[in-house]
Every structure is written in C-alpha cells, then in structure tokens.
C-alpha cells in the first residue's frame, strides 16, 4: 500500500496528458467498483430505512422498523452468531489441513510439485453444487459411508447423523474452502528462503524447533490471508446449509435469501445486507494489519506482505 | 474533480444502459419453430399461428406446471417455445415476480397469495370470452373472490388439490389417521415437512383452530402463533430435513431419508411410476389445500399469446394431460374426465368431486405474512 500516497504525488508532478493517460487507467476499475459495489451498497443502505406496506411493497417513507426489528429480535442476532460459529470451525479445520498439506508439497516433495498443487486446484473445477450432492451421497442414508459402515459390522443400523446435520455442512464447507486456504500458504511457503532454514538448523535448532520457530510464523501472512478467505466465503455461504444441512442449521445467509427471495421484506434484509459488510469490512482490515505485521517481522521491509 | 464526476456518471450510465438493453435481448424470442405439424394451419395468413410464430412464453409457475406432456400440444399448435420457471413457495413467486418484471408472461399464484397480486396490481384482468371452454370450469374455482376486482376476473381456474400426509406404505404399515403421526417416537428423524409458512397452517389444524372457522388458520392471535411455534419446534427432532422442493421431496424418499411427509399428489404419482409405494391421505384433522389459478402478468409483453394459452389449457383435453402430468392434480374443466385413463379417473377428485373439495381447508390471504415467515425463520433456527 505504500505506493499509493507516491501514486498521488506523481499524479500532481505530471503533465497533463499524461495525468489523463492515468485517469485512462484509473478509470476502469473505478466505474466497476462505483456501479457494482457502491452504487448498490448505497441503495441497499437507503432501503434499510424505508418500511413496507401490507402487500409488500417497499414504501417512501422513512421508517426505523427494520433496524429496529434487526436489532430487538433474537432470530437475527443468534443466526449471526451461529454463522460465526460454523465459520471459525470450518476455518480452523481448512487451516488444520492446509498448513501440513502445504508445507508437505513445498519442502518434503522433491519431483512432481507442481503435479500435486494442481491436484489441489482441480475440485476447483467442479462445480460447488455438484460436490455438495457428492457429499449427500456420501453421507446419506444409504450412501457409501454408511454401506461401508455396515458392510464391515461397525454399525448394524444407518448413522442417520451424517447427512443433514451441522457436520455435514461442515465437512461441506471445509472440503469446498481448503483449497482457497491452501493456496496462499503453499505460496507463503515457497518464498520462504531455504537459506534460512539451512541457517536455523545450523545454529542447533531441531526440525521441529526450525518449523514452529522459523517457517510456520514465516508462513503466517499466507495462514491469514488463507483463513480470511475461508473464514468470509463460508459467512457469505447458503447453499451448504440448504443442501446438507439439517432442520436447525440456518445461516445469516440463508436468513437474507429468506427476506430477499421469500418474504419479500427488503427494508429489513437491506439492513442484515449491510451489517454482514460492516463485519466483513472489519475483519479484512484486521487481518490485513495482522497480516503485514507479521510480514515485517521477517526482513524489517515487509518483504512478503509487499509481495501481495 | 467534476470533470471526473461527470464522466463517472455518463460511463455509469452508458454501462447501465448497456445492461439493460443486454437483458432486453435476452427476452427476445429465441430457437426456431418447431417445422412441420404446424405447417397446415399456418398458411391462412390471418390465423393466430402465423402471428405467433417464434414467440416465447415464459411461465412462472409451481413445480410441474409447465411439463412437456401438455405444453407441447401449445407449442405445435402456434409454433412458439413455452418455458417454465419453478418456484418453491408463494412468496417466491411473489417475490420473483415483483424483482423481475416483464420476464413472465403468466403465473399460477395459489389462493393465499392470489389477492395480494390482483390488488398489487401485478396481474391484468383476464377477457373470458377469449376462453372458449369458460362455461365448462368449475364454478366453485370462478367464484373466488380473491381474483376478482371491480367486477373483472383475474385468474382463470387451473387445478386444485391438498397438502396431504404422504406414507412409505412399505413402512408404516397401518394408514395414519391423524397428523399427530408425525410426532410417533418410532418414525423420529423419518418425517419431512415443506420449508414453508404453509407448516403453520398445518399445526394450526392440529390445534383444531379452524373446525368452527376455516379463516381461522390465515389469522392467527399473537398467542396462537406462539402456541404453533412451540408445537414446530418440539416436532423439529422428529424432522430430517425441511424439503424446498418436489424433486428434494423425491430424493428424500427416494433415498429412504424419510417416511413421512406433508405433500402433493406429484410426489405420489412420480414416485410409485419409479416403484416406490407411497400413499396420501386427508387425516382426520383435515388437511389444508391449494387452489391455482393462471394469471397474465401486467408486465407481460406477449399476452395475446399468454390468452391463447390459456384458452388452450382449459380445453378438456389438455386439462387431461395436465392430470396426468402432475400425477393427479384436480384440474378445473371437468370435461376433462372423458380424456382421462381408467387409472386416473379412480382418483378422489374424479369420483369424489365437490366432497373432496368440501373437505378441503383451502390458503386464504394471510394478512401478517411477515410475521408467519418470521416466525418460521424462528423455528428454523430454534435449537
């Protein structure tokens, strides 16, 4: 971020063609960024004040009631906490997975690295709706897991808890989120100059020593940037809960769906629109402090933090 | 700076007219007419198949309403391209239709939502005496009020049918006489209900609140709502999962998820074609039901086709085909009986008829729709 303020000094030394050459490119992203997410965000923000009459209809009048009814009704408040809940699990779990992963592919395997990482990428390819009901097949009634359970005497009656259930979307979630985690800490590994881990093993330092001391806080920046990812992909998310979920596992996205594509009251998911932004607004800003501390912990320049 | 501005703005605006023009070609008619069958017909060049040639119609309706079966007879006869949208519940078609308008031409709205689209002004009144088979729809389905404003009629009678219990009669060995089935120990976790308000009604039922007033159901007392949130929620152990549409309804006995469930005859009749045995029952409590009508949408942009639509689906024979498509929905020409299998006609709304409508707590307009999706939100999320 550091060449921004350079940015704007250089705009103010130019000449004027080639101030406008730089408008020329400024523009694009910024027209984008104005009709695609300011522009509706404003709307969004303008409806949350307006009410709704007995039909349905958005009314110009201003009104509190959807804020108010946001914030005095526990229905919105415990959805939202339950979607953190799922989202810090399914985050913790794809991070669980990712960093041995990752550090596995970018240190341990000698030939057929790239093989592997793009073995990573490919469910990527897949559409999200496919491997959700790849996992009902799995987890169902009389799916595989199941037959296989039965089929080898561990159970002799159908774990009906598989399917339809918070792990369900858990396990849906992690599974569709790790590669997105997986990603930027193979990348935080692969920067990490080996020189460095040659230096920390020639000062005495064990392997283990060596990774929890050297590599895994060099790896952080890509840890975090990771888990944001998942952590934002999985509050925004309401497919998993509808196709895996079970009668208790709403979330605040399917709350919003719900207001938007049923009840048709705008003036109230407008707000919850608007509140799910502030959070995330929040938490990208913390993260990406966190992110570059930790990133100028390494060389004194924020060497890696600049990098992305 | 307002240079910048002012640029910003025309872009904006160039951008959104762009868009808006690439929706605009979207709607236009698309693939070519089927050749052949129409051919005939169309030479005249004042016959309404030359007019239509092409045309697209696009439908916004529940689930199975647009089913090839019956649409194609529509599609040979004029040469245009029908095309069905589902919805999952009411208040998705209400919604639908109010965010996208001029995308459908024609909708099935239930009785519960019907008013609010005659009365939002999102429906054109319907010239009946474009409809050749008017006189021969039931007169029970004509006489609603809900569609009607000013004298004019808005909704032409398509079907009608209940929201039963479906068994696995594999299973559950003895017909159920009562809803409160759902609430038996030995089939926890094996019954489904429809992710919709519609479940209040059902509970309501259970409660007995409409045995002396069937409006009853639709305007629920801040404390019976209260009371049928408590009965939802202490039924939620005994649900699997709340199914969002037929075909989820399919897969979840399909699958052998579940036993139980509160349904339609399309789930009935679909499923025992792929041999499964399940069975509907009207419980002693009763059992709520739905009366469709098909509305022209005032933002249509083809609705002389959308009436000529209509006019062709009322026709006995094609009302046939509907029931049989949807696996024995009562359909509104009772002409239709004459074209039907010796199958179907043992069904209860052929051989039982105005009883089997009688017995029927038909969806009213829910004023506090609001508060009903609210509170089933708040099930839903009740742990």
Redesign the interface.
């Known amino acids: 971020m550091d060449t921004a303020p350079a940015a704007k000094a250089s705009i103010h030394a130019q000449t004027p063609p080639k101030r406008r050459a730089l408008?020329f490119l400024v523009?694009p992203p910024?027209?984008w960024l104005?009709?695609f997410l300011v522009?509706p965000y404003l709307g969004l923000f303008f409806q949350s004040f307006l009410g709704?009459n007995?039909?349905?209809?958005v009314v110009l009048e201003p009104s509190l009631d959807a804020w108010r009814a946001f914030f005095t009704?526990t229905?919105y408040r415990?959805?939202l906490l339950?979607t953190f809940k799922i989202a810090l699990t399914v985050t913790s779990l794809a991070v669980l997975f990712s960093v041995p992963l990752a550090y596995f592919i970018a240190f341990k395997v000698r030939r057929g690295k790239e093989l592997l990482y793009s073995l990573i990428i490919v469910p990527l390819w897949v559409s999200y709706i496919v491997r959700a009901y790849a996992w009902k097949i799995i987890l169902?009634?009389?799916?595989i897991l199941n037959s296989f359970l039965q089929w080898a005497k561990i159970t002799d009656a159908p774990v009906?808890a598989f399917?339809?259930s918070e792990w369900a979307i858990i396990i849906g979630l992690v599974h569709i989120y790790t590669p997105f985690v997986l990603m930027p800490v193979y990348t935080a590994f692969e920067q990490i100059p080996r020189s460095l881990v040659e230096a920390s093993k020639d000062l005495g330092a064990g392997r283990i020593t060596t990774f929890f001391r050297v590599v895994l806080p060099l790896s952080l920046p890509g840890v975090i940037a990771g888990g944001t990812f998942a952590f934002v992909l999985t509050l925004g998310d309401f497919l998993a809960p509808?196709l895996l979920g079970?009668?208790?596992n709403?979330m605040i996205s399917n709350?919003v769906q719900?207001l938007?594509?049923?009840?048709?009251?705008r003036p109230l998911g407008s707000v919850v629109g608007i509140v799910l932004l502030v959070v995330v607004v929040a938490l990208l800003e913390t993260t990406s402090r966190a992110e570059k501390s930790f990133a100028s912990l390494e060389s004194g320049r924020g060497r890696l933090g600049g990098a992305r | 700076m307002i240079r910048m501005s002012s640029w910003v703005s025309a872009a904006g605006l160039a951008v959104l007219g762009i868009a808006s023009l690439g929706c605009q070609g979207e709607k236009k008619p698309e693939g070519a007419a089927p050749t052949g069958s129409a051919a005939p017909a169309a030479q005249k060049p004042a016959d309404p198949a030359e007019k239509f040639k092409g045309q697209t119609l696009n439908i916004l309706a529940w689930e199975g309403y647009a089913d090839p079966k019956f649409t194609k007879g529509f599609e040979e006869k004029y040469g245009v391209t029908v095309k069905g949208t589902y919805f999952g519940s009411s208040d998705e078609l209400v919604a639908k239709l109010k965010s996208s308008p001029g995308v459908y031409d024609i909708v099935s709205p239930s009785s519960d939502v019907a008013y609010t689209l005659v009365q939002g002004g999102l429906v054109d009144p319907i010239d009946t005496s474009k409809i050749a088979n008017w006189g021969d729809l039931a007169d029970a389905l004509k006489n609603l009020e809900d569609a009607k404003k000013d004298g004019k009629q808005y909704g032409v009678p398509f079907t009608w049918g209940p929201d039963y219990l479906i068994y696995d009669a594999n299973v559950v060995k003895e017909e159920p006489k009562s809803w409160k089935v759902f609430y038996d120990a030995q089939y926890k976790g094996k019954v489904t209900l429809w992710d919709d308000i519609s479940n209040i009604y059902l509970v309501g039922q259970i409660m007995g609140l409409d045995k002396t007033n069937q409006a009853a159901l639709y305007n629920m007392t801040d404390e019976q709502l209260a009371e049928a949130k408590k009965k939802l929620v202490e039924l939620k152990p005994q649900v699997r999962k709340y199914w969002a549409t037929a075909g989820e309804l399919n897969d979840l006995f399909k699958n052998k998820e579940v036993v139980l469930a509160v349904g339609w005859p399309l789930t009935v009749g679909t499923l025992n074609k792929e041999g499964l045995n399940l069975k509907g029952v009207i419980p002693e409590e009763g059992a709520t039901g739905w009366i469709d009508r098909l509305m022209i949408t005032s933002s249509s942009k083809n609705k002389d086709l959308a009436l000529a639509y209509l006019d062709y689906v009322t026709s006995p024979k094609a009302q046939a085909l509907v029931f049989e498509a949807t696996g024995g929905y009562c359909v509104a020409n009772a002409k239709a009986k004459e074209h039907m299998s010796e199958d179907l006609k043992k069904s209860p709304c052929v051989t039982e008829g105005e009883t089997y409508f009688k017995r029927l707590n038909f969806w009213q307009y829910v004023k506090e729709r609001k508060k009903y999706n609210e509170l089933w939100n708040e099930v839903k999320s009740a742990k």
């Open positions: 408008l523009l910024a027209l104005l009709c522009l709704t007995d039909l349905g209809d009704k229905l415990s959805t339950y169902g009634r009389e799916g009906e399917l339809y509808v079970g009668t208790d709403l709350v719900n938007f594509g049923t009840s048709n009251d």
